[in-house]
């Protein structure tokens, strides 16, 4: 068995599919899952045999958001992310993701907080209002400042893999002839 210990809410996936959480003794839809993750629930999903499969199905909500509703990933950014897979840096990929999405989040409260400071508090907008009247009108040079901050960050990964990978020929190359033979064979 995978399940760990920790307070997430466990959803069982069962043979047939249905969603069952545990915690309400109710079945779910992928929908459902998807309000407990926005609403701050940390969940762990586990199949009919213990098995974590909790990325899984959040990959299955994703694909559902990205197909139905309003898409998030550009083909673009879906085709790099294929590309990376198998790289030196692939482990590195996955914290890097995290630390941007964290940026934004950051910003996101910042922008929240000195909104709060201007405005009386009987103009106070909820979170939600103030940013996404904040995103209508920066929407341009949000996406820009966001968009640059990737591809930098993309371009140093590539720049890093390529000097490894003349760092790791450097090396060969500096190898005794009969032992460079025997690892270009394999």
């Given at each position: ?20 959480d ?73 914290p ?60 140093n ?10 760092q ?9 002839l ?9």
């Amino acid at each position: 068995m995978n399940i760990k210990k920790s307070r997430n809410r466990i959803i069982k996936k069962y043979q047939n599919r249905r969603l069952y959480d545990v915690a309400t003794s109710s079945y779910l839809i992928f929908e459902d899952i998807k309000q407990l993750i926005v609403d701050g629930e940390k969940i762990q999903v586990i199949d009919s045999k213990g098995n974590d499969i909790t990325k899984s199905v959040l990959l299955q909500i994703i694909v559902e958001e990205e197909t139905n509703g309003i898409s998030m990933f550009s083909t673009d950014f879906m085709f790099q992310i294929i590309r990376f897979y198998g790289k030196i840096f692939q482990p590195s990929l996955s914290p890097f993701f995290e630390h941007v999405i964290e940026l934004f989040l950051q910003m996101q409260k910042k922008f929240h907080e000195e909104m709060k400071n201007c405005y009386s508090r009987e103009k106070i907008l909820s979170k939600a209002e103030l940013w996404e009247e904040f995103v209508i009108k920066q929407k341009p040079d949000l996406e820009l400042t966001i968009s640059n901050h990737v591809q930098n960050n993309i371009n140093n990964f590539l720049r890093m893999q390529e000097n490894l990978s003349n760092q790791t020929e450097s090396v060969y190359s500096e190898m005794p002839l009969q032992f460079k033979a025997i690892i270009d064979d394999k």
